[in-house]
């Protein structure tokens, strides 16, 4: 890989990365519907469309957050998690990538 793919922030939806499978003892995010009646927020990162749950992690009125969205009889289904800091939200990413959160 070349130092410039490398470095690449937003990398295409092909190149997103893969949920690992939980570590044995992750942390449980709780997850809630939608609050509705806010903008989408931007999305800042995202897992690979090829599984049957994406993650992405959103930027919202100084706060982020992890959307979930799991695709059940042709229906997408969004839940979203608590909302954080930025590093907060950051670790909580890493920890969902390394499969010490789900
Ligand atoms: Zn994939």
């Not at 130092?3 to 893969?18: G, K, L």
């Not at 992690?57 to 992890?66: D, E, H, K, S, W």
């Not at 042709?74 to 590093?87: A, F, N, P, T, Y």
Request: net charge positive; glycine share 8%; proline share 9%.
């Amino acid at each position: 890989m070349s130092w410039v793919m490398s470095q690449w922030p937003f990398p295409p939806h092909r190149m997103a990365p893969h949920i690992p499978a939980a570590q044995s003892h992750y942390d449980r995010l709780a997850w809630h519907p939608p609050r509705g009646g806010e903008p989408p927020g931007r999305v800042l990162r995202w897992t690979c469309d090829c599984e049957e749950v994406v993650y992405e992690l959103v930027a919202l009125g100084g706060l982020r957050f992890i959307r979930r969205t799991a695709l059940r009889g042709g229906k997408g289904v969004i839940h979203e998690s608590d909302r954080w800091s930025l590093h907060a939200a950051n670790a909580m990413w890493d920890a969902l990538l390394t499969g010490n959160a789900r």
